[in-house]
């Protein structure tokens, strides 16, 4: 017909693969949270339930959430910046960054229901909302409740990246900045951890990585031709 726009086949097989790859990490990041759930359900009512068992998953989840969190960052402004490695090309750099971040939401989700049902805590719902009405390491945890906010809008721009305008998704994906420092800041000042030597290192390294990718990033620096493309916009 007069005045339609041609179809583009190629086009078409591009966003019909790129949301197949969107859907396969929803549903990893479901199974994910579904095992998380079972396990807490389990460590706290199970047959061999008891406390210790339930602080050890919500450490164990924490310390994960926070790995993928920065993996999610770091990858993601790898691809910004077209960096890699043998093997690690755009497209699977991206796939990293994006499954990674889909991981990290779910193992949070793990790590706050471990603490909401964790009987030596005793931290309620609101606690963990908010975070600066609890009693232990209020500022501490008030970073980890806006860290946890912070992720999962940015999680949620990831679903809707194809629906919204470019501007409003690029300033709300940009929260992971902030978000990660605020994650960095709650596992170092409410972590049990953070005064053995390994978990010192690790954080520092981790830090370390994300100032040097932000760094290559600052106003003026040029920015490699093709690069942030993101697959499906």
Same mark, same amino acid.
């Given at each position: 017909?007069?005045?339609? #726009?041609?179809?583009? $086949?190629?086009?078409?097989?591009? %966003?019909?693969?790129?949301? *197949?790859?969107?859907? @396969?990490?929803?549903? !990893? ?10 396990? &807490?359900?389990?460590? %706290?009512?199970?047959?061999? *339930? ?9 450490? *164990? ?28 090309? $755009? ?6 960054? #994006?499954?990674?971040?889909? !991981?990290?939401? *779910? ?10 049902? +964790? $009987? ?6 609101? +606690?963990?909302?908010?975070?600066? @009405? ?6 501490? !945890? ?32 940009? !929260? ?19 005064? %053995? ?24 620096? &040029? ?5 942030? +493309?993101?697959?499906?916009?």
């Amino acid at each position: 017909h007069l005045g339609q #726009r041609p179809v583009n $086949p190629a086009g078409h097989r591009s %966003r019909a693969a790129e949301v *197949a790859r969107l859907m @396969t990490s929803w549903k !990893l990041g479901a199974c994910t949270v579904a095992a998380l759930l079972a396990a &807490v359900a389990l460590t %706290r009512y199970g047959p061999a *339930a008891s406390s210790a068992q339930t602080w050890h998953l919500l450490r *164990a989840a924490g310390i994960v959430a926070y790995v993928l969190f920065w993996l999610s960052a770091l990858s993601g402004m790898a691809f910004y910046l077209r960096l890699g490695a043998p093997g690690l090309g $755009p497209s699977r750099l991206f796939e990293l960054h #994006r499954v990674s971040g889909v !991981l990290a939401a *779910a193992f949070l989700a793990g790590h706050l229901a471990a603490v909401l049902v +964790d $009987p030596w805590i005793g931290f309620g719902l609101l +606690d963990i909302v908010t975070g600066f @009405t609890a009693s232990y390491r209020p500022l501490a !945890l008030f970073a980890g409740a806006l860290a946890a906010w912070v992720l999962g809008i940015v999680t949620l721009t990831t679903a809707f990246a194809g629906r919204l305008l470019y501007a409003t998704w690029l300033n709300l994906h940009r !929260l992971a900045f902030p978000g990660y420092l605020l994650a960095l800041l709650h596992g170092m000042a409410a972590g049990s951890d953070t005064g %053995r030597p390994l978990f010192l290192a690790w954080y520092g390294l981790s830090a370390g990585s994300i100032a040097g990718m932000l760094v290559l990033r600052l106003p003026g620096r &040029v920015r490699p031709e093709g690069a942030g +493309d993101v697959p499906g916009r």
